[in-house]
Protein backbone atom coordinates (compact mmCIF):
# COMPACT_ATOMS: atom_id res chain seq x y z
CA UNK A 1 0.00 0.00 0.00
CA UNK A 2 1.16 3.48 -0.89
CA UNK A 3 1.80 5.72 1.96
CA UNK A 4 0.44 9.02 0.96
CA UNK A 5 1.55 12.66 2.99
CA UNK A 6 -0.18 15.88 2.53
CA UNK A 7 0.91 19.07 4.05
CA UNK A 8 0.25 22.85 3.45
CA UNK A 9 -4.12 23.03 4.03
CA UNK A 10 -4.90 26.18 6.09
CA UNK A 11 -6.44 28.98 7.09
CA UNK A 12 -6.99 31.47 4.10
CA UNK A 13 -9.04 34.93 2.82
CA UNK A 14 -11.51 34.60 -0.21
CA UNK A 15 -9.63 35.56 -3.16
CA UNK A 16 -6.05 34.48 -1.52
CA UNK A 17 -3.99 31.28 -2.58
CA UNK A 18 -2.74 27.86 -1.43
CA UNK A 19 -0.43 24.93 -2.10
CA UNK A 20 -1.18 21.70 -1.17
CA UNK A 21 2.01 19.43 -1.27
CA UNK A 22 1.46 15.22 -1.46
CA UNK A 23 4.67 13.07 -0.86
CA UNK A 24 4.19 9.28 -1.76
CA UNK A 25 6.21 6.32 -0.43
CA UNK A 26 6.82 4.88 -4.15
CA UNK A 27 9.22 3.50 -6.36
CA UNK A 28 8.20 5.10 -9.33
CA UNK A 29 5.48 7.78 -8.83
CA UNK A 30 4.90 7.43 -12.80
CA UNK A 31 3.13 4.43 -12.44
CA UNK A 32 0.34 5.93 -10.44
CA UNK A 33 -2.18 7.95 -11.64
CA UNK A 34 -2.21 10.89 -8.88
CA UNK A 35 -5.37 12.82 -7.55
CA UNK A 36 -6.42 15.50 -5.60
CA UNK A 37 -9.80 14.71 -3.84
CA UNK A 38 -11.84 16.99 -1.71
CA UNK A 39 -14.58 16.50 1.04
CA UNK A 40 -16.76 19.15 2.84
CA UNK A 41 -18.88 18.29 5.81
CA UNK A 42 -21.70 16.11 5.22
CA UNK A 43 -21.15 15.87 1.51
CA UNK A 44 -19.73 13.06 -0.49
CA UNK A 45 -15.58 12.84 -1.28
CA UNK A 46 -15.38 14.71 -4.69
CA UNK A 47 -12.13 14.73 -7.22
CA UNK A 48 -10.75 18.45 -7.73
CA UNK A 49 -7.94 17.50 -9.71
CA UNK A 50 -5.94 14.46 -11.49
CA UNK A 51 -2.39 13.87 -13.06
CA UNK A 52 -1.63 10.82 -15.18
CA UNK A 53 1.62 9.35 -14.95
CA UNK A 54 2.07 10.98 -18.65
CA UNK A 55 1.04 14.21 -17.18
CA UNK A 56 -2.21 14.39 -18.56
CA UNK A 57 -4.13 16.57 -16.52
CA UNK A 58 -8.26 16.18 -15.69
CA UNK A 59 -10.55 18.84 -13.66
CA UNK A 60 -13.53 19.16 -11.56
CA UNK A 61 -15.44 22.19 -13.57
CA UNK A 62 -15.84 23.85 -10.46
CA UNK A 63 -12.06 24.48 -10.48
CA UNK A 64 -11.04 25.44 -13.94
CA UNK A 65 -8.91 28.08 -14.24
CA UNK A 66 -7.90 28.48 -10.70
CA UNK A 67 -6.43 25.08 -10.04
CA UNK A 68 -3.65 23.64 -11.31
CA UNK A 69 -2.46 20.31 -10.68
CA UNK A 70 1.30 19.51 -11.03
CA UNK A 71 4.11 16.43 -10.39
CA UNK A 72 7.63 16.19 -9.53
CA UNK A 73 8.11 12.62 -10.27
CA UNK A 74 11.84 12.34 -9.37
CA UNK A 75 10.66 13.86 -5.77
CA UNK A 76 7.88 11.66 -5.76
CA UNK A 77 5.75 14.73 -5.07
CA UNK A 78 2.24 15.98 -5.86
CA UNK A 79 1.26 19.62 -5.96
CA UNK A 80 -2.17 21.43 -6.15
CA UNK A 81 -1.84 25.54 -6.87
CA UNK A 82 -5.28 26.74 -5.31
CA UNK A 83 -5.52 30.57 -6.38
CA UNK A 84 -9.11 33.01 -6.30
CA UNK A 85 -10.38 30.98 -3.63
CA UNK A 86 -13.88 31.11 -2.38
CA UNK A 87 -15.78 29.92 0.20
CA UNK A 88 -17.04 26.81 -1.17
CA UNK A 89 -13.64 25.60 -1.75
CA UNK A 90 -13.47 24.85 1.95
CA UNK A 91 -12.72 21.38 2.59
CA UNK A 92 -10.44 18.23 3.92
CA UNK A 93 -8.83 17.95 0.63
CA UNK A 94 -7.40 14.32 0.15
CA UNK A 95 -4.12 12.99 -2.04
CA UNK A 96 -5.14 9.96 -3.77
CA UNK A 97 -2.80 7.34 -5.97
CA UNK A 98 -4.13 4.71 -8.53
CA UNK A 99 -1.62 2.48 -9.92
CA UNK A 100 -1.79 2.21 -14.02
CA UNK A 101 -1.88 -1.55 -14.04
CA UNK A 102 -3.78 -2.66 -10.25
CA UNK A 103 -6.62 -1.99 -8.02
CA UNK A 104 -4.14 -0.44 -5.83
CA UNK A 105 -5.82 2.71 -4.27
CA UNK A 106 -4.41 4.87 -1.88
CA UNK A 107 -5.34 7.44 0.25
CA UNK A 108 -3.63 10.17 2.77
CA UNK A 109 -4.97 11.58 5.99
CA UNK A 110 -6.71 14.58 4.39
CA UNK A 111 -5.12 17.90 4.95
CA UNK A 112 -7.77 20.94 5.99
CA UNK A 113 -8.69 24.35 3.95
CA UNK A 114 -10.82 26.44 5.10
CA UNK A 115 -11.79 30.14 3.33
CA UNK A 116 -13.29 33.02 5.38
CA UNK A 117 -12.64 36.18 5.97
Known amino acids: QVQLVESGGGLVQPGGSLRLSCVASVSSLTLYTMGWYRQAPGKQRDLVAS???????DYADSVKGRFTISRENAKKMVYLQMNSLRPEDAAVYYC???????????WGQGTQVTVSS
Open 96 to 106: NAKHYASAQNS
Open 51 to 57: ISGGGRT
